[in-house]
């Protein structure tokens, strides 16, 4: 079985046919040869010019040191320097409005035989997979419910930690729902939250009603922190308080986990068709599925244009493959 590590080796052995942008994740590649990255990425992208080039020098310097990008791209100007040369480029972000300006890309992607892969990680990423395998099953498909459960005391950078708030100060009380994690099963309380999954598999899978949940450790803890990080979020002064010490705090653990329903019909009966994932490390599986992306994306002859993960793969393809290492368990 292929190790994690190795997996990483043969992620930046690839590089040179790759860009992989929003390198905020970076921090989960930085045990692999640095002289592999040098070797293998220093020649790339010469021809560059202007924010192109800044962002794959931006690129190479996360890569290399293990921290985050300075910023995010502020459009897609790099990303249709990489499609226009035929080249493929993979997206770890989650910003489903970066998504939506990406897939405007299509025509130039297709144009020039480039290949633009989206949606690559835990979330968005293997919940697309989980959501698609279980709607599968179903004759016709009225909703999904999709759960995402955190560890507190996981690594989060500055960028995550942004984030969350941000969508925390959207969050209204009294819209908590329950969904079942871990096996057995435990009720967990969740909020909704805007996560890019939601977005895109209502675009690629053509399900009307997808909303994803987030929650955190335990349900004592999740009740804890939802109060907590809503009051965190209204507050300037709170919210630089908690992005400072955050780093220094580790509260609860590092597990992740995914829970699925897809609630629709087959032969006429109303069912529910549940998947789960458990894990631990979230920015760890990220880095691994990107991995698994590049080596099938190299391995397969994928159309040119601009593709999330649910187009071009299944669970069914990436569990077989899953390094045992990797610490991932899958309940389908």
């Not at 590089?15 to 293998?40: D, G, I, Y």
């Not at 192109?52 to 290399?64: F, W, Y």
């Not at 290949?115 to 279980?134: D, E, F």
Request: hydrophobic share 45%; glycine share 8%.
């Amino acid at each position: 079985m292929v190790e994690v590590a190795e997996l990483g080796r043969q992620f930046l052995s690839s590089f040179c046919q790759f860009v992989v942008c929003r390198a905020r994740k970076a921090l989960a590649l930085r045990p692999f040869n640095e002289s592999l990255v040098r070797q293998r990425c220093e020649p790339f992208g010469e021809d560059f010019r202007g924010d192109a080039g800044k962002s794959l020098r931006q690129l190479r310097k996360a890569l290399r040191t293990g921290r985050e990008a300075p910023q995010d791209q502020a459009d897609t100007g790099f990303a249709a320097a990489v499609l226009e040369r035929g080249l493929v480029y993979l997206d770890i972000t989650a910003d489903d409005d970066f998504f939506r300006r990406i897939e405007h890309l299509e025509g130039l992607a297709r144009a020039n035989g480039g290949r633009a892969v989206l949606s690559v990680g835990l979330a968005p990423g293997l919940t697309n997979l989980l959501v698609k395998a279980a709607a599968a099953e179903l004759d016709t498909i009225e909703s999904a419910r999709i759960g995402i459960l955190l560890g507190i005391g996981d690594a989060h950078g500055p960028a995550a930690i942004d984030w969350t708030l941000h969508n925390f100060r959207k969050t209204r009380a009294g819209t908590i729902e329950h969904l079942p994690f871990g096996d057995p099963p435990r009720q967990y309380p969740v909020l909704p939250f805007d996560f890019a999954d939601q977005h895109v598999l209502r675009r690629t899978l053509t399900i009307a009603d997808v909303q994803t949940f987030m929650t955190f450790d335990t349900p004592l803890l999740s009740r804890i922190m939802f109060a907590v990080l809503r009051r965190v979020a209204a507050s300037a002064m709170l919210t630089r308080l908690f992005r400072a010490l955050t780093p220094y705090a580790r509260l609860g653990s590092d597990r992740t986990a995914l829970s699925v329903e897809v609630h629709g019909t087959k032969a006429g009966q109303r069912l529910v068709r549940r998947m789960k994932m458990q894990g631990r490390k979230e920015a760890r599986i990220t880095a691994l599925i990107a991995a698994m992306v590049v080596e099938h994306v190299l391995r397969h002859d994928i159309a040119p244009g601009v593709h999330h993960i649910e187009q071009i793969l299944s669970i069914e393809m990436l569990m077989p493959h899953t390094p045992d290492d990797a610490g991932i368990t899958f309940k389908m």
